[in-house]
């Protein structure tokens, strides 16, 4: 057998489980130590160094790290890895010295970013200090992605948002926001050294049901929402709001809803209670405001009634297992009218590649996914 090599980064990952389950391998045990020393700029230099957005991740992360830390085998929670990041993003000191320097001649290689999100970001973080010039293409007018339109300022304030996306911006970013790329062969044209794309799954899925046309006026694309609300498009609601879908998104979606007029804002779920997606601490939030969560419930139409909307009828379900556990979602037959003035449908979301012409050479998965190297991403197009 070899012998434990403990210079190899992996040594580390494998048997730090918190740092294992990060998808950025922050090196979370190494920042809490500095933390107790109330060392708290090197706490936050450490984790922009590994995941970028530390302010932002220390309010909004998923945490698959916690669930992974150690802790919570012997006592009811884990390390508070996530919330201990807001720390010392909170109490850090200017870093502004302690940033990398951006060279004033460049190198000659010029790069685009498509999607103004943390991924494009990331990417123009580490070359712009190696001298690319990077160009950072948006369809909205600032730059953040969906931290920016899909994270309610409530949970996200802008003044956090701003300062670490803005901080990387003034790296020297060419930024073409409000710009948006229809065509990546019209892109290609404009000879770049390489492209990164880093659009994200920006399209919320629909619910063809009964009504559904009939009831457009009433039914937002939980996304969308959440976009129009970030940018000041939408301001209010109607008193009643029936949110579709048990997910993070389901979450923003009905607490924004109570903050824009919503006065009877309910969450409702296909699946029981136990699967839904959503972070607990995020149903926590949420039923901590007053929002109900009715599990089991199927949306099966939008009612109208004398031409006009009445709400949603949904189909009460159970789920049955087989043998090997696995779920089936089975209708009791009974059926309930929940009635509102608005619905919000976070019930997922869809990568779009539609911008992609299908004759570049680039190749195509199922679900409409270019092919990647699953090391490096690099689509079949080289570039
Ligand atoms: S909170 Fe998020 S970014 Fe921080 S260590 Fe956990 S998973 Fe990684």
Known sequence: MPATDVGDPQYFHKVVDCQWACPAHTPVPEYIRLIAQRRFTDAYMLNWESNVFPGILGRVCDRPCEPACRRGRIEDKPVAICRLKRVAADYRDDITDRLPAIPTEGNGKRVALLGAGPASLTVARDLLPLGYSCTLYDKDPKAGGLMRTNIPSFRLPEKVLDEEVYRIVDFGVEARFGQEITSLKALLEEDYDAVFIGTGAPKGKDLSLPGRKEASDKIQIGITFLTSVAFGHVKKVGKRVVVIGGGNTAMDCCRTALRLGGEDV??????????????????????????????????????????????????????????????????????????????????????????????????????????????????????
């Not at 939008?302 to 009828?313: A, P, Q």
């Not at 509102?340 to 992609?356: E, H, K, P, S, T």
Request: glycine share 8%; with cysteine; hydrophobic share 35%.
């Open 266 to 383: 309910r969450v409702t779920v296909r699946s029981p209670r136990k699967d839904m997606k959503a972070s607990d601490w995020e149903i926590e939030e949420a039923e901590q405001e007053g929002i109900p969560i009715y599990d089991n419930h199927s949306p099966k139409a939008f009612v109208h009634e004398n031409g006009k909307f009445k709400g949603v009828l949904f189909e009460i379900m159970q789920a049955e297992y087989d043998d090997d556990g696995k779920r089936k979602l089975v209708s009791t037959g009974e059926e309930v009218l929940f009635e509102c003035d608005d619905v919000l449908m976070a019930i997922g979301q869809d990568n779009a590649f539609d911008w992609i012409e299908r004759d570049l050479g680039l190749e195509f998965e199922t679900w409409g996914m270019p092919t990647v190297d699953t090391t490096t991403l690099m689509s079949t197009l080289p570039g």
